[in-house]
Each structure stands twice: as C-alpha cells, then as structure tokens.
C-alpha cells in the first residue's frame, strides 16, 4: 500500500505534464508577462517544402519563446542562482558586491587593460578634429560629454577578483590626450562624481540593478557640462529632492535586473525626483521615459530659460538624466539618439543648432565621431 | 530532437503518449514508428531517409537469410554487414581513412571528404547488424512485418544515444505488449532521474570542463587538471548514464522492458568490471559479435589477448574517428590484458581497486576529451608531476563557482557512494514512496525551470 501511493503520486504527476498546456490556457490571462527580454518574441513558422529543412528549428525557437509558465520557470532557476548559489544568471552581468551589479562589457575599462596606442590615439584625435571642424565652420559649439562606466564611480564594489591594473584607464587616457593635442571642449566628470560621492556619501548616483545613472547622478554630471558652456544650475543646498523607486526608462526596467531574469524579484532601487535646480518653466515635446520611439527616435525640450541657445545632444541613453537640467538650462533643447532612426547630418543641418553636445557613455567608444560616418 | 528539449517534453511526448493511449492496439506499432520517424527527422530532416533505407536492406536480408540455408545463408548475411558496415563506413569514417592514408604517403593525393555524421548511425547500424546476425543464428526469427524491424531500428526512446538492444531481446514486446499504470508510473519516475541527471549535473559540470579545456595547455596546472579531469568523469557518466535513464523509462511507460546500461560503473574494481558496467550494451555487442566470434578466449593466452586489442581498438573507433579515441580505446584495453593475472588481488583489496581503477578511468577520460592525444598526454603529465608545473594557472573562479562545487558533491555522491552507505531498510522504504514522488516532482520542476532559462535571451535594450 504504502508503495503504491509514490506509484499514483507519480502517476498523477504525468497526467498534470500531460496536461500542461491546458493549465496554462486557464492560468495565463491572469499572468502578468513583461517582455524584459527587449525583442520581439518569434513568430509560429508555417511548415511548407521552401523550409522543410529548417522548420524543426524555427519552430523551436517559437516554442522556446511560448512555454507554458516560462517566465515562472525561469524566475524560480534564476532565483536559485541568484540567491542560493550567488551566481550571475547572465554572461554580461557580474554580481558586486552590497547587491550592486555591473555590466560585463565595462569590465575591460575598469580593470583597465584595453588601453589605446599612439596609432589608435591619433586617430581618435584626428576623427574629432574632424567632427569639430565641421561644426566650427558652422558657427556651432562642439562638445563632447563622456559619461562615466557605473565602475568608475561604484568601483569599490566590483568583486575582489577582478584585478586593477595601475594607471590611467583607457578614458582617462583618451580625455588627456584630445587635451593635451586638441581644443576640443571634452567633458568627463569622473573625478567631479567621486568627491559627490565623498561629500554625500548618503546619495546614490547611479542604479543597483540598471547600468545607467539616476536623476541624481545626471544632475551632478550634467554640472560640469552646464559650467563649460557657461550655464549655472542652482547650488544642491537649494535643492529638493525625494526618493523614488523608477528607473530612468519605465518602458525598460532595471536593464540589469531584467538580463539576468529577475526583474520581478528585483525590483526596488533609488532614484530621485529633484525640484529647485532650476526657476524655468519646461515642457517636454514628447517623453522617452514612457514611450520607447521618443528614446530610440527624437524630442524636444522648450523652457524660458535666460539661455536662448538651441542645444543639439546626440546621445544615447545616458542622456536620459541629463534631460531635466540641460531643458532647463536652454531655450531649446533637440534630443536624439546618435544611434536612432533618426539621427543624421540633415537633420543636425535642418535643426541648425547654436550648440552640438556629443553624449557617449564611457564604454561605447569612439567608432562614431567622425561626422563622416553618420547617415546623410 | 532531444529528451532535454522543450518540444520533446512539452510538445512530443504528451502528444505520442496521449494517441498511443487512446488509439487500438494493433494500431500501436504504426503510430510509434511514424512517431519515431518524426523523432529523427526533426533533427536530420533528409537522413531519416537513409535510416529508412538501412531498415529496407536490413529487412529483405533479414528475410533472404531466413528464406535460405548453407552458403546462401552466409552469402546475404555477409552481403547485409558490408552493406551496413558501408554506410557507417563512409558516413563516420571516409574523412578519418582519407586523411590517414593521406598522412602515410605524405601527400594529399586522396580527397578528404567533408561528411556531416548521421545523428545515431552509430546505434542504429549496430542494431541492424546485430539483427541480421541473430537471424543468421537462428536466435530470433526473421521480423514478421517490416514495420516491426523499422519500429525495432527507430524506436525513438533508445535511437538516438543507445542502449543497442537486440532484436531478440524485443521482438515479442514489439508483438505484444501491454501497458499499465505502474509501468507508466515507474517509467516516468526513471525518465524524470534521466532528464535530471542531464540538465542538473551533467549540464552544469559541462560548462567548467569546456571552460578548463578551452585553455591552452601550458596555463593549465595540477589543482586546474584534477579538477577538469574530474569534472568530465562525472560530466560523461551522468550524461549518458542519465541519457540511458530516460530511454529506459521512456520504453517502460510504452510497455516495453529495455535492459539496463550502466550499473554504477565508477564502483568497478578493475577495468574488466568497468565494461561489465559501463555501457553495457555497447560491451554485450562487441563480446557477443566480435570477440566470441574471434575465438574470445577458447584458442589460446596469445589469441586472447589479440582478440581482446581487437575488441578495444574497436570500441575507440567507435566512440569517434580520430587516433584519440583508438588510443583511449586501447589505453582501457591494455590495463584489461595486464588485470588478467591480477583480478584475485584487486577482489580482495576492494577500496583499493576502486581507487585504482577510477584513477585509470579518469586518465583514459582526459585522453577522450582532449582535443588531441599529445594535449591529453600533457594534461595527465601535469596531473602526475604537479612539481614541474607549479601553481601558474588560473584562478579557480574562473571556471568554477558554488553550484558547480555543490553539484560535483551530489555527483559524488550519486555515483554509488550514497548507494553503498544507506542501509537498505532506508532505500526500500523510499523507493516508489510519496516521499520519492515528491523529491521527483522536485527534480522535473527544477529541470524543467533550467531548460526554460536556456531559451531567455534578454538584449540591454529593445533593438530596433
């Protein structure tokens, strides 16, 4: 009797496997299924003799993306993992240390072995002459912006094995030669960042679980910026400022969080909401924050600001948190992504910007400078 | 397709099980066939027809030889093998002998011919000489219908990754079978340890040795060798063994009683023993077709013994067509030839022996998975003399983290230690009790949720 039991035990088991995908049927318009992938799920393939051959996997692939209770599935591996084993579910996120977690393509920058060469360096410097010359027979300012690797600033809390080699890091080592050899107008606030840090060391600049700075970080890294092209926001002692949990893009997430499968499980980190830096009225032409063609694509930002420059900022996502000051700061201010469908040198033409800010977050490199290579 | 594979688990077994279980009985054989054809074509969409046509030929010889007698008899039965030998031949090993007479005549005058392998050509060509064979002997009866030597040669549970069953020991099951609710109940409980053993050990200590032996062999020190040699020994056995698990339980919730294929095999005394549990189909094959053929060891020490390099050379080439596996091959039959005098020995110092022979085992594994012989000579060297390769290597989070520790110990312990230490009042009181149903439901959800997080594939930010 008693063996018997484990048999029918085991038997019910199988029924309810066989059954799998009924459950699911039942169970899953009450089951709440974010894309955090950021892709599009594949498509059923139709099954014809033109792909006879590569049905078997097409179909796969579908089906991998449809399992019944996937997302549950992976959550709970995941959380083993994660909690359990300490481990990183994800190639490209490393797990730090106090919950901080890390992009694995920074990892070459913070342990700072991927230096350029004097060959790399010249050419670096020569794109950005280039770009820069561009501008300047235009009448417009040129100015690069660097915003720093999470690792940079939060170091501290990469795991102990990563060794740092001592020296300038591979930005560093860019910044000091465009220096040293060019005019060009480059902004990395690195150093600025670090002694925020030490002075507020109860403020948190950039997520835990996303690779971007927060509204926070942006604020204090748009400082620099702001200053070079002559533009003053309000002291931080005149600032309010609260805690909220939101991460710069609501469409995305905490982008880490979500690599590594667990964006139900975490899903609580600080960003803030800050008021005073500026006394402009702004509006907002379109939002990124909650509508991904903004981010991908472009916006416009308009204020009465004192400043009636119009503000061209190629950037990527790290512009994102310098959005709220930099519109506050400029009459106009035209955001798009150096990457977007949108971007192109007809459209930086027909814009016809007083100021060009370059964004580029510190891992991203220089591929892009030389106005050359970007769409017509 | 794969046991381990989502639409195995969730698409095709439900599916074959749930009509198998509905449909007429006479009807059942049909159905398991095309079910199996579907199996083998799903990952080999235009070789399943030479499957198909290794059933055929072995068919009609099949009946040819039982249609006949004296010279004829052995004329179709010689006709069969080379037909079969022939096309594993030229499938597994045309680029292997090309490139060997290449290399002795030291030029490349013969072309070398670039032949993707047949997903289980080696299994299923195997099954169909052995079948062949037996009718010649007179062991079994030619298969009445063709559709029950396909079923035979495809069934989908052992086709793809053994075990190699004789036909004999499953003809009547392919005539008559019956299916309980126990059969189901056990055969799923036995596929559920299989997929376990997969996914959850085999999977994971893969990914440390393909990372160990990624590295070039010069930044590979003693600590970095065990643990890679290690790590295969158990990576290997549970994958196949877990592999022959499911298969096994996979024929028992169909009806039909497959033998058994390893029987803890890292608990061997000897090399011998090992291939009396390792593999044991593949070792019942050879012994039964090749080595008692040649005499076995009824002509004599010296024939014995050739018939024994025979056998070994054999099984290496086997397991793949490149000099490293003969050599493994041959490393296991050479320490078989010297185990010879001293079996009396190595039953008497039990531990011992068990040591000894998981150390040769575990050297042979490194020369099998090393990506050349003088790599896996070198590898065994740094095991051996760790003093002439002091600790210059990698830092050992480079390739191992807490769940490949935690899941090397369960390793351990699976391989016949918890087996040999719990009482068996202990084990008989959790086989099929509601407490092992449990444990088993947790290992399929736990497998299940690993092969779900293979198939998530997140991008930083949605790409457009």
């Given at each position: 009797m008693h063996s018997k039991i484990g048999n029918r035990i085991m038997l019910i088991i199988f029924i309810a496997f066989c059954f799998i995908w009924v459950m699911w049927f039942f169970v899953e318009p009450y089951v709440v299924t974010d894309n955090n992938e950021n892709r599009e799920k594949s498509a059923r393939p139709s099954l014809a003799m033109s792909n006879y051959a590569e049905y078997p996997s097409q179909y796969e692939e579908y089906l991998n993306d449809t399992l019944p209770f996937r997302e549950w599935f992976i959550s709970l591996n995941n959380k083993i993992d994660f909690y359990i084993f300490k481990k990183s579910t994800s190639d490209s996120v490393i797990l730090g240390k106090e919950d901080w977690l890390f992009l694995k393509d920074t990892l070459a920058d913070y342990q700072r072995n991927n230096l350029y060469s004097e060959q790399e360096l010249a050419q670096i410097a020569a794109d950005v002459q280039t770009t820069q010359k561009y501008f300047e027979d235009q009448g417009i300012e040129f100015i690069i912006f660097i915003g720093p690797?999470?690792?940079?600033?939060?170091?501290?809390?990469?795991?102990?094995?990563?060794?740092?080699?001592?020296?300038?890091?591979?930005?560093?080592q860019v910044v000091d030669y465009l220096t040293r050899t060019t005019d060009v107008r480059i902004i990395y606030p690195e150093m600025e960042l670090r002694q925020v840090k030490e002075e507020y060391p109860d403020l948190q600049l950039y997520f835990k679980l996303d690779t971007h700075w927060n509204y926070m970080g942006g604020y204090w890294g748009t400082k620099p910026l702001l200053r070079e092209l002559g533009v003053e926001l309000e002291d931080f002692a005149e600032i309010q400022y609260r805690e909220i949990n939101e991460p710069d893009f609501i469409w995305n997430g905490y982008d880490l969080a979500n690599m590594l499968g667990l964006a139900d499980a975490l899903n609580q980190d600080i960003n803030y909401e800050l008021e005073g830096y500026s006394s402009a009225d702004v509006t907002y032409y379109g939002n990124p924050r909650d509508n991904i063609d903004y981010f991908n694509g472009m916006f416009r930002v308009s204020s009465n600001a004192e400043d009636q420059r119009k503000v061209f900022l190629a950037r990527d996502s790290f512009g994102q948190a310098m959005i709220p000051y930099l519109g506050?700061?400029?009459?106009?201010?035209?955001?798009?992504?150096?990457?977007?469908?949108?971007?192109?040198?007809?459209?930086?033409?027909?814009?016809?910007?007083?100021?060009?800010?370059?964004?580029?977050?510190?891992?991203?490199?220089?591929?892009?400078i030389n106005y050359i290579s970007w769409p017509e | 397709m794969v046991f381990s594979?989502?639409?195995?688990?969730f698409i095709f077994l439900p599916i074959v099980f749930g009509l198998n279980f509905v449909i007429k009985k006479e009807y059942s054989n049909g159905l398991l066939l095309v079910a199996s054809l579907i199996f083998y074509a799903w990952g080999e969409p235009y070789r399943v027809f030479l499957m198909?046509?290794?059933?055929?030929?072995?068919?009609?010889?099949?009946?040819?030889i039982g249609a006949h007698e004296g010279n004829k008899k052995r004329?179709?039965?010689?006709?069969?093998?080379?037909?079969?030998?022939?096309?594993?031949?030229?499938?597994?090993?045309?680029?292997?002998?090309?490139?060997?007479?290449?290399?002795?005549i030291g030029e490349d005058i013969v072309l070398v011919p670039s032949i993707a392998l047949p997903i289980g050509i080696s299994f299923f060509t195997f099954q169909a000489i052995s079948y062949i064979v037996d009718v010649y002997r007179g062991d079994t009866e030619p298969a009445p219908k063709l559709v029950n030597m396909a079923l035979y040669i495809s069934f989908f549970p052992q086709l793809i990754a053994g075990p190699i069953v004789k036909y004999r020991d499953i003809n009547k099951q392919i005539e008559e079978r019956e299916i309980t609710w126990i059969k189901v109940s056990r055969g799923f409980r036995r596929f559920i340890y299989g997929l376990a053993k997969k996914v959850l050990i085999s999977n994971v200590l893969g990914l440390c040795v393909d990372t160990i032996y990624s590295y070039d062999i010069s930044l590979i020190d003693c600590r970095t060798a065990w643990i890679g040699a290690l790590a295969y020994t158990f990576q290997i056995y549970y994958d196949f063994s877990g592999y022959s698990d499911m298969a096994i339980g996979l024929g028992q919730m169909f009806g039909f009683r497959i033998q058994e294929n390893f029987n803890y095999p890292y608990l061997s005394k000897s090399i011998t023993e090992f291939w009396r549990r390792w593999h044991i189909s593949l070792g019942s094959w050879f012994r039964e077709y090749v080595y008692i053929p040649l005499g076995g060891n009824r002509k004599g020490k010296i024939r014995r013994y050739i018939n024994l390099f025979i056998v070994f050379f054999l099984t290496g080439l086997w397991h793949g067509a490149d000099f490293s596996f003969v050599l493994w091959g041959l490393f296991h039959g050479f320490f078989s030839m010297i185990e010879r005098k001293s079996l009396n020995v190595l039953n008497r110092f039990k531990i011992v022996s068990v040591v000894y022979c998981f150390i040769i085992v575990n050297f042979g594994w490194v020369l099998f998975r090393a990506d050349n012989t003088l790599t896996g000579i070198r590898y065994i060297a740094r095991?051996?003399?760790?003093?002439?390769?002091p600790d210059i290597g990698i830092p050992t989070w480079n390739y191992m983290d807490y769940k490949t520790l935690f899941v090397?110990?369960?390793?351990?312990?699976?391989?016949?230690?918890?087996?040999?230490?719990?009482?068996?009042?202990?084990?008989?009181?959790?086989?099929?009790?509601?407490?092992?149903?449990?444990?088993?439901?947790?290992?399929l959800i736990l497998s299940l949720a690993s092969i779900a997080s293979n198939t998530y594939n997140p991008f930083i930010y949605f790409s457009f």
């Open positions: 690797n999470k690792s940079s600033i939060y170091g501290e809390n990469m795991p102990e094995k990563y060794e740092v080699n001592s020296g300038a890091s591979r930005t560093e506050a700061s400029f009459k106009e201010v035209v955001s798009v992504h150096r990457e977007g469908f949108k971007f192109s040198k007809t459209l930086v033409e027909n814009e016809n910007p007083n100021v060009f800010i370059y964004e580029m977050v510190e891992r991203s490199g220089w591929d892009l | 594979s989502a639409v195995f688990l198909l046509a290794v059933i055929l030929i072995n068919w009609i010889v099949g009946r040819l004329i179709f039965l010689v006709i069969g093998i080379v037909c079969d030998l022939a096309i594993l031949g030229y499938y597994k090993y045309a680029g292997f002998f090309a490139s060997l007479i290449n290399r002795i095991m051996v003399m760790p003093w002439r390769h090397g110990i369960c390793a351990v312990l699976g391989m016949g230690i918890l087996k040999v230490f719990v009482p068996e009042k202990i084990s008989s009181a959790w086989k099929e009790s509601s407490l092992e149903a449990m444990y088993c439901l947790i290992l």
